[in-house]
């Protein structure tokens, strides 16, 4: 192929294609890159988020100082809605379950909310949900186990809400109950008694490390566009995400692995 070339001139040719080959590579490596930048990126953006109609109420809170009912002025009444929240969907991919994180606000369904805003740091409104650490170990150990039992999900929504209230909130046990939802009393003790151990056996006043599953969840606003604020809402990541991210993981190393290949040839 190189026959009446100088060893010079062989070597510059070489050093030439390898040099285009290395070009690809990383455009490819950078196309890659940046496809999974958007796609982060837009887990931040503007998401289509349906709720269903269906949801548990009333649930019962007080505030733990003093025993006092608490009445919720955004909704008019004493007795709140929460979660689960369905039949949900986020981007068209239906949700298995959708808790209220905060409870001083309300949101309405069922309804469409298609300027949803998503992030898996904890953040509603752009501000750090309170306790989010405790919120997500509450859901990662409760969650799926409660789907479908509206005594379960009263009771781990009671605790969602303790949390998030700085536990100036607990569940009113006495009103409770007397309401229809069984079993909510029984299970708010054990998720919160759960949660309080994880944190003993940690050996400090939080969870460890370790037990930090905030990522796991999407943390949702809820927007139509407009100035209305709107209760922000928790749940699982979609399922289209969670592939191309994973996608994305996999194709990394293997474009990065060859193209160190083609530098050490």
């Not at 030439?16 to 930048?37: H, P, T």
């Not at 009444?77 to 379950?97: E, M, V, Y």
């Not at 409770?176 to 940690?202: F, H, K, P, R």
């Not at 709107?230 to 996608?247: C, D, I, K, M, N």
Request: aromatic share 8%; hydrophobic share 40%; glycine share 12%.
């Amino acid at each position: 192929m190189f026959k009446g070339l100088s060893l010079r001139t062989v070597g510059s040719m070489r050093s030439k294609i390898l040099y285009q080959e290395e070009k690809a590579m990383m455009r490819k490596a950078l196309v890659l890159a940046v496809g999974m930048l958007l796609l982060v990126v837009g887990w931040a953006q503007a998401d289509d988020l349906n709720l269903g109609g269906n949801y548990t109420s009333p649930i019962y809170m007080m505030l733990s100082s003093n025993s006092t009912s608490y009445y919720d002025n955004a909704a008019g009444t004493a007795g709140l809605g929460g979660g689960s929240i369905g039949p949900s969907s986020l981007n068209g991919n239906l949700l298995p379950w959708v808790y209220c994180v905060q409870y001083d606000v309300t949101v309405t369904v069922p309804g469409d909310y298609s300027q949803t805003a998503v992030n898996n740091q904890g953040l509603l409104d752009g501000v750090l949900t309170p306790n989010a650490v405790n919120i997500a170990w509450l859901l990662e150990n409760d969650a799926a186990s409660a789907a479908g039992n509206p005594g379960l999900e009263a009771g781990l929504q009671a605790a969602i809400w303790a949390q998030t209230s700085g536990n100036t909130l607990t569940i009113d046990s006495n009103t409770m109950a007397g309401s229809q939802i069984s079993g909510a009393i029984n299970a708010y003790n054990a998720d919160v008694g759960a949660l309080n151990a994880a944190i003993t056996a940690g050996g400090g006043s939080s969870l460890p490390s370790s037990q930090d599953y905030v990522s796991d969840f999407d943390w949702m606003t809820p927007s139509s566009g407009g100035t209305t604020v709107y209760q922000g809402l928790v749940t699982v990541p979609e399922p289209a995400s969670l592939l191309f991210l994973g996608l994305g993981l996999i194709g990394l190393p293997v474009v990065a692995k060859r193209v160190k290949r083609k530098l050490n040839s």
